[in-house]
């Protein structure tokens, strides 16, 4: 779950002046399960079945990208759930994807892998091998796990700081954001595409982004003074920012959604993801919850903060 800065962690950006995101791990999850298959052969189960004999005839991309980085051509079964849907959603669950498959079957093949080092190597995959037009956020969310100030260096190199804050003020963050599914599922390498281009052609999109990146440290640091309040004004001037990045991240009815909310009692809010589509969070006192819900009349969905990164939950050696 971003909440400001997104964007910022496309290279066409970063590699100039440097990005930085502010978001959470949340407590969703992308199940990973590895065993050997005794013909020697591959299967995949996820939201479809493969059963081939050969690396290179597998049609899921970050599944044959994910196998060839790690050295395996056959004699693997994967099978893989989610508790929300693949693609389209705004939540990272691509990236979420491939950062527990490397981490499953690394395990699988005896081997520890740090976050950092699931980070640099689930974006090598998606990016890198399947080019996808994305940026580097989720991987690192995923890996690592809590809130973090996720920062994009010019040489690449990415570095992750949790966010420093009391129990109760993160207690106060996590129980005033309240999330609706907007039914909209959607790729975003379109608007990320369009998104990359702007980036390097237009002096106006990299000032923006330059406000959306001092945003997280105006955020990071309000958090740390216990200064909640200040989180709803941060995450409205980062959509509004957002917004003006390239056409196509905001429609109509996300405006009315959005709109709706606002009069609600929201004081801020976002859409998730590239834009279009997916999940919408907006923060507000609790006791406004239940009137936004009935003003946007979308199904809400609960979500809570996760300190933890992928992990492996079950080892068997033999």
Same mark, same amino acid.
């Given at each position: 779950?971003?909440?400001?800065?997104?964007?910022?962690?496309?290279?066409?950006?970063?590699?100039?002046?440097? @990005?930085?995101?502010?978001?959470?791990?949340?407590? =969703?999850?992308?199940?990973?399960?590895?065993?050997?298959?005794?013909?020697?052969?591959? *299967?995949?189960?996820?939201?479809?079945?493969?059963?081939?004999?050969?690396?290179?005839?597998?049609?899921?991309?970050?599944?044959?990208?994910?196998?060839?980085?790690?050295?395996?051509?056959?004699?693997?079964?994967?099978?893989?759930?989610?508790?929300?849907?693949?693609? @389209?959603?705004?939540?990272?669950?691509?990236?979420?994807?491939?950062?527990?498959?490397?981490?499953?079957?690394?395990?699988?093949?005896?081997?520890?892998?740090?976050?950092?080092?699931?980070?640099?190597?689930?974006?090598?995959?998606?990016?890198? *091998?399947?080019?996808?037009?994305?940026?580097?956020?989720?991987?690192?969310?995923?890996?690592?796990?809590?809130? %973090?100030?996720?920062?994009? %260096?010019?040489?690449?190199?990415?570095?992750?700081?949790?966010?420093?804050?009391?129990?109760?003020?993160? =207690?106060?963050?996590?129980?005033?954001?309240?999330?609706?599914?907007? @039914?909209?599922?959607?790729?975003?390498?379109?608007?990320?595409?369009?998104?990359?281009?702007?980036?390097?052609?237009?002096?106006?999109?990299?000032?923006?982004? =330059? *406000?959306?990146?001092?945003?997280?440290?105006?955020?990071?640091?309000?958090?740390?003074?216990?200064?909640?309040?200040?989180?709803?004004?941060?995450?409205?001037? %980062?959509?509004?920012?957002? =917004?003006?990045?390239?056409?196509?991240?905001?429609?109509?009815?996300?405006?009315?959604?959005? @709109?709706?909310?606002?009069?609600?009692?929201?004081?801020?809010?976002?859409?998730?993801?590239?834009?279009?589509?997916?999940?919408?969070?907006?923060?507000?006192?609790?006791?406004?919850?239940?009137?936004?819900? *009935?003003?946007?009349?979308?199904?809400?969905?609960?979500?809570?903060?996760?300190?933890?990164?992928?992990?492996?939950?079950?080892? %068997?050696?033999?």
């Amino acid at each position: 779950m971003s909440f400001v800065g997104g964007g910022s962690d496309l290279p066409a950006f970063y590699r100039r002046h440097g @990005g930085a995101v502010l978001s959470t791990a949340i407590d =969703k999850y992308v199940y990973v399960s590895v065993n050997p298959k005794f013909d020697g052969g591959i *299967r995949l189960a996820y939201s479809k079945v493969e059963e081939v004999q050969r690396l290179d005839e597998i049609e899921h991309r970050l599944f044959r990208a994910t196998l060839e980085l790690l050295g395996i051509d056959g004699g693997v079964e994967v099978t893989t759930t989610a508790d929300i849907p693949s693609r @389209g959603t705004g939540l990272g669950s691509s990236s979420s994807f491939t950062v527990g498959l490397l981490n499953a079957v690394s395990a699988h093949l005896g081997r520890h892998v740090s976050a950092d080092e699931l980070g640099r190597r689930s974006c090598e995959v998606e990016i890198d *091998r399947c080019g996808e037009p994305i940026g580097k956020q989720d991987q690192y969310a995923a890996a690592f796990g809590g809130v %973090n100030l996720i920062e994009f %260096n010019a040489d690449d190199s990415v570095a992750v700081s949790p966010v420093i804050m009391s129990r109760g003020t993160r =207690k106060r963050l996590e129980d005033g954001i309240v999330c609706f599914y907007t @039914g909209i599922t959607r790729s975003a390498s379109e608007i990320l595409r369009a998104q990359s281009a702007n980036s390097q052609e237009s002096a106006n999109h990299q000032a923006t982004l =330059k *406000r959306m990146v001092a945003l997280c440290y105006r955020l990071r640091d309000d958090l740390a003074r216990g200064d909640v309040d200040a989180f709803g004004d941060i995450l409205h001037e %980062n959509w509004e920012l957002k =917004k003006t990045l390239t056409a196509g991240i905001a429609t109509p009815q996300i405006d009315g959604w959005y @709109g709706a909310a606002r009069e609600a009692g929201a004081l801020g809010g976002k859409l998730l993801g590239a834009g279009a589509g997916g999940f919408l969070i907006f923060y507000a006192p609790a006791d406004r919850h239940e009137a936004i819900a *009935r003003a946007v009349g979308l199904r809400r969905i609960r979500m809570g903060f996760e300190p933890l990164g992928s992990r492996i939950l079950f080892y %068997n050696p033999q």
